[in-house]
C-alpha cells in the first residue's frame, strides 16, 4: 500500500501502515451474530476491546445490508447511530477515528454534522440516494465509495460482467469521478466483496485487487466471516476468523490499505506478520 491521510475534522491523520477498520453493529439481524451490540455497556465494551486490540477506525451501522434483512425506517437508523455515536465516544475518547455504514444522506448529514462521526461509509456508492455526494462534499469530511449493483435485497440478480475486475472498477471509476468534480478530496474505494458478485467473482477480484490501484486512492477490503468464505469452505461465520485473516492478509500484501474486519486483533496480527515477512509491505 502507498501510505495515505485523512482530514478529520480538521485534523490531519497519517497511516504509513495498513489500517485495520473494526466493525460495530448496532441491529439486531447483522449476518454475523457475533458482530451484534444492542444495550449501551455492550457498546461501550466492544469499542473499548478493539482499539485496545489495535483498531484504528471504528465503524458503525445501524442498517443491516445482508439479504432479506427488514428495512429500518430512517428515524430507528438515526437513533440508533445518535446513542451509539455518544456512547462510543465517551468510552474511546474523541480522537478515535469513527465512520457510519449509511447509504442515507439524511443520516450521514446528522451522523457527521451533529453526532460526531469522522467518515461516511456508502454501501451504495452514492447510488441509493441522490443527495449523499453532495452531503458529503458539504461535510468536507472522507467518503468510503462501495461498489454495489441495486439495492441488497436485489443484488445478487445484477452479476452479469465481462470481467469483474474491469466492470467494477470502471464503475466506481465514474461514481469517483463525479466526487472529485464536487470537491471531495478524501475517498477510499471498496470493492464491494459480496454485494452483486458471485463465489467466483469475489476471488477473481481478490486476485487481481492490484489493479485496483489505478483509481489512486486507498483501497479497503471487506471480507470478514463473508459468504465467499462460508459457502466455500462449508463453515458457519463463527467459525470464519482464520480464513478471514487469511484473506484479510493476502488483501494487504496485493495492496489493501485498510481492513475492515470483526476481529481486530487477528487481522492486526496478520498485518504486523506479514511486514515480518516482507518489509517493503508499505511503499514510500
Known sequence: MTPFTLNLRGRLVGYDRPAVMGIVN???????????????????????????????????????????????????ECARLRRALAVVRSAVGPLVPVSVDTFRAEVAEKAVGEWGADIVNDISGGKLDERMFDVVAQLGCPYILMHMRGTPATMQTMCDYDDVTAGVIAELSAQLCRLEELGVADIIVDPGFGFSKTLEQNYEMLRNLKAFGVLGRPILVGVSRKSMITRLLDISADEAVTPTAVLGALAVERGAAILRVHDVAEARQSITLLKALDPCLISE
Open 26 to 76: 448496532i441491529t439486531p439481524d447483522s449476518f454475523y451474530a457475533g458482530s451484534r451490540v444492542e444495550t449501551d455497556e455492550a457498546i461501550a465494551a466492544r469499542a473499548i476491546a478493539m482499539v485496545d486490540s489495535g483498531a484504528d477506525i471504528l465503524d458503525l451501522g445501524a442498517y443491516s445490508s445482508r439479504p432479506g434483512a427488514a428495512d429500518v425506517p430512517v428515524e430507528e
